[in-house]
């Protein structure tokens, strides 16, 4: 059965930091390019990175230069470093497999993070 399970959520102050981690089982998560995505309350879930079986890295413009993808193929599990971090944070963070039509159904339970004073 394939899944992923997302952890390291929690409550920061803003400018804190957080590592997010996601697990994936199942199936081989190398072969994978892999994205995190974020669902704030009454809010579509939004795509904000990826990373490619190679390494490669993109972001989109609200989280450019302050987070960081990144993938440990042995240890099957995707990372994402969160730093300077604001309240328009606060949502359930997720991962997510992007090039398989059938992976792509798959979606963990998230974890959340809250970014309050």
């Known amino acids: 059965q394939e899944q992923l399970v997302e952890s390291g959520g929690g409550l920061v102050q803003p400018g804190g930091s957080l590592t997010l981690s996601c697990a994936a089982s199942g199936f081989i998560l190398g072969f994978y390019t892999m994205g995190w995505y974020r669902q704030a309350p009454g809010m579509h879930r939004e795509l904000l990175a990826t990373?490619?079986?190679?390494?490669?890295?993109t972001y989109r413009d609200p989280v450019k230069g302050r987070f960081t993808i990144s993938r440990d193929n042995a240890k099957a599990t995707v990372y994402l470093q969160m730093s300077s971090l604001k309240p328009e944070d606060t949502a359930v963070y997720y991962c997510?497999?992007?090039?398989?039509?059938?992976?792509?159904?798959?979606w963990g339970l998230g974890t959340q993070v809250t970014v309050s004073s």
């Open positions: 990373i490619t079986v190679d390494g490669e890295a």
């Open positions: 997510h497999v992007e090039n398989s039509s059938y992976l792509r159904a798959k």
